[in-house]
């Protein structure tokens, strides 16, 4: 079950984009006693902060960042039972209405299938190394600071 | 010269990488803590001991590890500092 490509389809990190209908397809393949699939998708607003964004990059921690996440994974998978899980991250160049992100998590009952997304995002914001930089119309540059609601949102879920 | 298995091997990200004008660099492993590192770059001057040393926010990694100042550092190491993330 655990073979090698399982592990490296459940986290990727990339600067190309990414196909919900296809990536849900290859989550649920060989799994025939999945009955909910809940999927979050973070897509680039267009304001930050009261400014207008022009274009978001973002940077990471390629070899922690795929740690963080598989760690992330991993905890959800212990908390709730699933069947499977994928979270796709991506870095770079990004454009308002882009995706950004892809948090999906199959399960046999759907309780634990929300739960397990909402607790991997909530985590991913605060734990795996990511970070953002704007550019505003006018040409400044800036990185975005993290929020106290997302500190708060992932100690929701401490035990 | 340092070579990178006996050296600390350190890298900056985000804004540090920015003020402190580099992504990464190597230094002696003659550091027992993540803390005495932090000594080491205060004293080269105002960014490092204001992005680092005084920073209540700085985020540290040791091998990839969320780590902290008192965490022990070895020869082969790779500690990062970093700001709070932002991803999501």
């Known amino acids: ?56 990059e973002l940077e990471h921690y390629a070899g922690m960042t795929e740690k963080s996440l598989e760690k992330i994974r991993l905890e959800a998978h212990q908390r709730w039972s699933l069947e499977a899980s994928m979270i796709i991250h991506r870095v770079g160049k990004l454009l308002p209405s882009d995706q950004i992100v892809l948090v999906a998590v199959a399960s046999q009952h759907r309780e634990n299938a929300f739960h397990a997304a909402h607790f991997i995002m909530d985590y991913l914001k605060t734990n795996a190394p990511f970070w953002k930089k704007e550019t505003l119309p006018n040409g400044d540059v800036r990185w975005v600071d993290s929020r106290v609601s997302d500190q708060e949102a992932a100690q929701r879920w401490a035990v | ?42 004293a080269r001057g105002e960014p490092w001991k204001v992005a680092l040393f005084d920073n209540e926010n700085l985020q540290i990694a040791v091998n990839h590890d969320i780590a902290s100042r008192e965490t022990p550092l070895k020869a082969g190491d790779e500690v990062a500092f970093f700001p709070p993330v932002t991803g999501g």
């Open chain 1, 1 to 56: 079950m655990a073979s090698f490509n399982r592990e490296t389809l459940c986290i990727k990190i990339q600067t190309e984009d990414f196909d919900l209908t296809t990536e849900i397809s290859a989550l649920r393949q060989d799994h025939k006693n999945i009955g909910a699939v809940v999927s979050f998708v973070g897509t680039v607003r267009d304001m930050n902060e009261g400014d207008e964004v022009s274009v978001l």
């Open chain 2, 1 to 42: 010269m340092t070579s990178r298995t006996s050296a600390i091997h350190i890298l900056y990200f985000a804004n540090f990488r920015e003020v402190l004008g580099q992504a990464e660099e190597n230094l002696p492993a003659t550091h027992n803590t993540v803390s005495e590192l932090l000594t080491t770059l205060a």
